[in-house]
């Protein structure tokens, strides 16, 4: 499983807002769909990180890398690529499919749902997104449990 870091250019994201980072959640399309993340950048933000516009990212997942049960952060490798890895300072909470998610100016406050910790953006999966989800069956529902 993979996520993107979508970065504003020119097109749907270009009114993106400057200093905030917006998580898009929902289900792509297909036989099997599944949960996708997107994450959306403020120019601001690009800046700060040296990106390119336009840029898209590939993020590794795995549930090991996280160092409690949902928290993860994108972190640059050296290969140019993001990766997310296990964190201890991961305070976004999720709700709706569309949240928007405002940076904080000092990255030591913990109450803001974001926060930028030197050349770290890191964010916190959701507690759905990250639950472990039921193969559908050929009927396209879920298999339930019968007791009994």
């Known amino acids: 499983m993979a996520f993107d870091i979508i970065v504003p250019a ?4 270009r009114r993106a807002d400057a200093d905030k980072v917006r998580v898009a959640m929902g289900k792509t399309t297909g036989k099997s769909p599944i949960l996708e993340l997107r994450v959306v950048i403020g ?9 390119t516009k336009g840029q898209r990212v590939n993020l590794a ?5 996280s160092a409690e049960r ?17 964190g201890k300072s991961l305070e976004v909470r999720t709700r ?10 000092a990255p030591s406050t913990i109450a803001p749902p974001v926060q930028l910790v030197t050349d770290r953006l890191i964010v ?3 507690d759905t997104f990250m639950a472990p989800r039921p193969m559908d069956s050929l009927m396209g529902d879920p298999p ?3 007791k009994g």
């Open 10 to 13: 020119r097109g749907q994201h």
């Open 43 to 51: 120019s601001d933000l690009v800046k700060r990180f040296g990106w």
């Open 61 to 65: 997942f795995g549930r090991e890398a």
């Open 70 to 86: 949902g928290q993860l952060a994108i972190m640059p490798a050296e290969d140019g690529h993001f990766r997310l890895v296990g």
């Open 96 to 105: 709706t499919l569309h949240p928007t998610l405002k940076l904080l100016a």
């Open 124 to 126: 916190r999966m959701p």
């Open 144 to 146: 339930t449990k019968r």
